[in-house]
């Protein structure tokens, strides 16, 4: 079970609360404003709080057990299979077929504390699984329309769609460590022991990950200032 | 706003946007699915999961030590590197040096040093500065050590395009000490509870051992945990940090050794990161900043 809230989602919802005031920062403001923010991330990035009990239960065969644990955990699951997937068809297949092998393997689980992150694993590799037997990586790619308007609300927007454009070119398994990581909040560490991986390797793909997306960002901005140029 | 912070908050939104609820079917079908699957029973022994492999690794290794010393007499060198007090060293065998015939030479011209690795492994400079201030945070949009590694088979050319490179991974950078930080200070943040790496795995620094590094005296730490051996060297003001990274094999050693013999630093030509720019945000303000005028 993961512990306070690391220091480096504080000092990401901290900025975040500078960016809306830049320069001139409303301390009481940036105080509501990472107080709304911590309860509405606090779940996701701490975890939920998986009962110890119930995961010994359902390890020894008690389905209503393993039922109340899926309740618990469903949600994160979820969310994450739609951000590495990006699509709620196979988000969906992906968790259905986590929680069947997480209800098959659990017996396989020895250390009950690291529930959470076990269940992550069989969710991501479940994800790798849906993204191969449906092949839809390139096909589902959608090309959207630029069309220049004022710079401050397009400019975000244009970037969300260049990430989601580029997002959809890299590797699932890219995808995997990017979104546990900026998602979820999970150090580096933790993301490479949750999937498996070394950390050096969880470390070059996220590096890869991000100069991949950063790219299509700054291609796009390159481009939107051309566009200014030519208008 | 930067190009940084314009990725990160893109990231960010980018990430928040979606369901964060699951939906109703695809659990309602698996939970029907459960309650007519088996769950797949042990049969009551497994080898344990690397993250346990390596402690028993590193009890036999310090087991194979005592033995060595207590039974052959041999008392293992220890070396005061001037930190004070000359701290209980951890004894460790010293491993047998691997042939570095036709091994490469791996220059960081940013960090000061050049290490040799073999040839078949892959390298990949640091892309941006490992800090103090940014630690915790690293790799988040660039790489701040140099990594290089081989894979599995460590008999074939890998690329980190590709991701076949895995482990054994060597990483290394260097930092200038901020001022008024002691070298136990900087060797006891790797050990403290809120450390980022291992947290509670690596000895405090009057555990570490001592090691050559490029002929002169540093430290070393096996992490408990199994995963990663650090070694540190203080060359003046600067800090070395070299790190292994072995899933296979105990991470400290003959290969981490061999490497770190071959290690030469060049204080000298390192290079700072850029000085920070003076903020009036209290957050900002509140992390610790490195000093460059600490030489």
């Known amino acids: 079970m993961r512990g306070p809230w690391p220091e480096n989602v504080q000092r990401t919802v901290t900025e975040r609360a500078i960016d809306v005031f830049p320069g001139r920062l409303n301390v009481s403001l940036a105080a509501r404003l990472i107080v709304n923010a911590r309860a509405s991330q606090a779940q996701r990035y701490t975890g939920v709080v998986v009962d110890r009990e119930l995961v010994e239960r359902a390890r020894r065969g008690d389905r209503d057990a393993f039922t109340t644990l899926v309740s618990q955990i469903s949600d ?53 699984a849906e993204s191969r ?32 454009r580029a997002f959809r070119r890299i590797s699932p398994d890219h995808r995997a460590v990017f979104v546990l990581h900026h998602y979820l909040g999970l150090p580096l560490v933790e993301v490479a022991e949750t999937l498996g991986i070394p950390a050096g390797t969880a470390r070059s793909r996220l590096h890869n990950a991000s100069r991949v997306l950063r790219s299509a960002i700054e291609a796009d901005a390159v481009a939107t200032i051309e566009e200014v140029r030519l208008a | 706003m930067n190009e940084d912070r314009r990725f990160e908050q893109t990231a960010r939104q980018f990430l928040e946007q979606g369901p964060t609820e699951a939906p109703a ?182 555990q570490m051992a001592s090691v050559l590094i490029g002929g002169q005296a540093g430290r070393v730490a096996a992490s408990a945990c199994g995963l990663t051996a650090l070694a540190f060297l203080f060359v003046g003001t600067r800090a070395y940090v070299f790190e292994m990274e072995d899933r296979v094999n105990y991470p400290d050693g003959p290969l981490f050794r061999t490497m770190l013999s071959t290690v030469e630093v ?30």
């Open chain 2, 25 to 206: 079917a695809p659990i309602r079908a698996a939970l029907l699915t459960i309650q007519t699957t088996p769950q797949a029973r042990d049969l009551g022994f497994r080898l344990p999961s690397p993250r346990f492999v390596a402690p028993l690794r590193l009890a036999m290794a310090a087991a194979i030590a005592i033995v060595a010393v207590v039974g052959i007499g041999l008392r293992l060198p220890t070396t005061n590197v001037g930190m004070g007090p000359t701290p209980s060293v951890m004894a460790t065998p010293t491993p047998t040096p691997l042939d570095t015939t036709g091994w490469v030479t791996f220059t960081s011209e940013r960090y000061g040093y050049t290490v040799r690795h073999p040839d078949v492994w892959e390298a990949a400079h640091a892309t941006g500065f490992w800090t103090l201030d940014n630690w915790k945070d690293q790799y988040l949009t660039e790489l701040s050590a140099d990594v290089m590694a081989g894979d599995l088979s460590n008999s074939k050319p890998c690329t980190y395009e590709e991701n076949t490179c895995g482990y054994p991974s060597f990483s290394g950078w260097s930092l200038r000490l901020p001022a008024g930080m002691s070298e136990i200070e900087f060797l006891a943040i790797w050990s403290a509870p809120d450390a980022p790496k291992n947290p509670q795995c690596v000895p405090s620094p009057d």
């Open chain 1, 133 to 164: 037997r449906r092949g839809r990586w390139t096909a589902t790619v959608r090309v959207i329309p630029f069309t220049p308007s004022t710079p401050d609300a397009s400019d975000a927007l244009a970037d969300r769609d260049e990430m989601e």
């Open chain 1, 76 to 128: 994160r699951l979820y969310s994450v299979a739609y951000r590495i997937l990006r699509d709620a068809d196979l988000a969906q297949d992906a968790l259905q077929n986590a929680l069947v092998t997480n209800w098959q393997q659990l017996p396989d689980l020895r250390d009950t504390d690291r529930f959470e992150a076990w269940s992550q694993r069989i969710l991501v590799h479940a994800c790798y």
């Open chain 2, 266 to 295: 060049h204080p000298e030509d390192a290079l700072d990161p850029p000085s920070p720019e003076p903020s009036a945000s209290p957050a900002q303000s509140a992390t610790p900043v490195e000093s460059p005028a600490s030489t």
